[in-house]
């Protein structure tokens, strides 16, 4: 029972730390494009962030946790078929991030890059 109640207790301490090293990211997309976003996703540290209905001049936020080193693959459908696709940025564990993506017609950029702040 000691030794139950022992693992117990270490597997708490290992759940609280790794808790307090938990980092996140905020993104905001941002569609300058002439037409709607019909879908959009957002794919960062093994994590996809689904995104629908962004108007024309409309903005969207997303948040995933930072636990690794990566970039994001965002990918965009608009009503009338046409897609673009672009890995984009870079986020590394041990950070906040804050980034703007924004989608024109053509492209998919993130204008704002910003290392929120390290904690």
Same mark, same amino acid.
């Given at each position: 029972?000691?030794?139950?109640?022992?693992?117990?207790?270490?597997?708490?301490?290992?759940?609280?730390?790794?808790?307090?090293?938990?980092?996140?990211?905020?993104?905001?997309?941002?569609?300058?494009?002439?037409?709607?976003?019909?879908?959009?996703?957002? /794919?960062?540290?093994?994590? =996809?962030?689904?995104?629908?209905? #962004?108007? $024309? !001049?409309?903005?969207?936020?997303?948040?995933?946790? *930072?636990?690794?080193?990566?970039?994001?693959?965002?990918?965009?459908?608009?009503? /009338?078929?046409?897609?673009? =696709?672009?890995?984009?940025?870079? #986020?590394? $564990? !041990?950070?906040?991030?804050?980034?703007?993506?924004? *989608?024109?017609?053509?492209?998919?950029?993130?204008?704002?890059?910003?290392?929120?702040?390290?904690?």
């Amino acid at each position: 029972m000691k030794r139950l109640m022992l693992l117990l207790a270490l597997a708490a301490a290992a759940s609280a730390v790794s808790s307090c090293t938990a980092h996140k990211g905020d993104f905001s997309l941002v569609n300058n494009a002439r037409e709607p976003i019909a879908r959009a996703s957002v /794919s960062v540290c093994g994590q =996809t962030i689904e995104l629908e209905n #962004v108007q $024309s !001049g409309g903005r969207v936020e997303g948040s995933y946790r *930072v636990t690794s080193e990566s970039h994001y693959t965002v990918r965009v459908e608009f009503p /009338s078929g046409r897609s673009l =696709t672009r890995d984009i940025g870079y #986020v590394t $564990s !041990g950070l906040d991030f804050r980034d703007e993506i924004v *989608v024109s017609d053509s492209d998919i950029q993130i204008t704002k890059p910003a290392l929120d702040r390290q904690r």
